[in-house]
């Protein structure tokens, strides 16, 4: 009874979306697997001295979105790791490493499902590392501090993933056997439902993010510079 | 290099087929109030994740039951705590191995 119970936060689980659209997410998914390998393929040729750096991206999104936290709400949810390490590796890079953690995590613990890691892949993964990588570059080129540019990766980063979660998830509602609801009524209700856990926890990854980026920048900014994340030679 | 692709293949494979047959169709009530055959996952008491709370919640009652894990972790008692800390502990090393690549000083 002291143990605690598996409680999981965006990653939907086994059974809920199935049939068709499970298979069309998973489709999508090794599609967005396929273009991540090329990307890892590609950062190895570019800095073969920065592979480790593969296995930390990896351990990061693993250990982020594994770990509960709890919301004054009495629920618990978990950060994402995805803009972060979407800024720092880049986005494929970021897609790819999410595939492999989530295929860990729905095998030893009891985190999401097989059934559904396409869907996972494509809200934690694409949404998480194109939306956050995406922000924080628009940022950049507006002319902020690598602070609040990833201040604002990481916020809507986090958000992108839970509102592909939810439209995802109402999507499989509403053409559930028992439906209660139309679409625009489930969405809305899982949207209300996620708000008040999830909006503190997105406030921690935007947090998260904004400091880690800056600490980056202040001790090696010879690394971010050679990952083009910032300096004269970064991506814009 | 054949071998590895044989076992990526074999991955996919598995993968599309898990998408496909996640879940049998729930059964359809034979009364009205009577509850399906299959058996929920059950939710924590305290402190539950969103997914158990709301996605899982919701499912059930549109008759998507959450199904269990293929590989019920839950069951095994004290070996979770073993799985979950050896997860982290794994995680952990791995970024503090690594951390001086990015976060750290510079060494002359």
């Given at each position: 009874m002291l143990l605690p119970a598996p409680a999981f936060a965006m990653h939907i689980a086994e059974g809920i979306i199935v049939g068709w659209p499970a298979l069309a997410y998973t489709l999508v998914a090794l599609v967005l697997m396929a273009v991540g390998s090329r990307g890892i393929s590609a950062f190895y040729r570019e800095h073969p001295e920065r592979k480790p750096l593969i296995g930390m991206g990896a351990a990061i999104i693993f250990f982020l979105s594994l770990i509960p936290i709890p919301a004054f709400t009495g629920t618990t949810s978990h950060p994402c790791g995805t803009p972060l390490v979407a800024i720092l590796l880049g986005p494929r890079i970021a897609i790819a490493l999410t595939g492999i953690s989530l295929i860990l995590q729905a095998a030893f613990f009891a985190h999401g499902g097989f059934g559904t890691w396409g869907a996972n892949l494509v809200a934690l993964g694409f949404c998480g590392s194109v939306v956050g990588w995406g922000v924080f570059w628009l940022a950049r080129r507006a002319g902020f501090s690598i602070l609040v540019a990833g201040f604002a990766g990481g916020l809507i980063g986090d958000i992108a993933v839970y509102a592909f979660s939810g439209l995802a998830l109402a999507i499989a509602l509403t053409n559930?056997?028992?439906?209660?609801?139309?679409f625009g009524s489930y969405l809305s209700l899982i949207y209300a439902a996620y708000a008040p856990t999830q909006v503190p926890i997105a406030i921690g990854e935007m947090l998260i993010t904004g400091f880690a980026l800056r600490h980056a920048l202040r001790q090696r900014p010879d690394v971010l510079s050679d990952l083009r994340v910032w300096g004269a030679n970064a991506r814009a | 290099m054949r071998a590895r692709s044989k076992l990526i293949a074999a991955l996919l494979a598995a993968l599309l087929c898990a998408a496909a047959v996640g879940q049998e169709p729930a059964p359809a009530p034979s009364a009205p109030g009577e509850q399906p055959a299959r058996q929920p996952v059950e939710p924590a008491q305290r402190f539950p994740g969103m997914d158990q709370g709301v996605n899982v919640a919701l499912a059930e009652r549109a008759g998507l039951p959450a199904r269990k894990p293929?590989?019920?972790?839950?069951?095994?008692g004290d070996l979770w705590n073993l799985i979950l800390l050896t997860g982290g502990g794994i995680a952990g090393f791995v970024i503090g191995r690594n951390w001086?690549?990015?976060?750290g000083r510079r060494k002359a």
């Open positions: 559930a056997p028992s439906a209660q609801y139309g | 293929y590989i019920d972790v839950e069951s095994l001086d690549q990015i976060w």
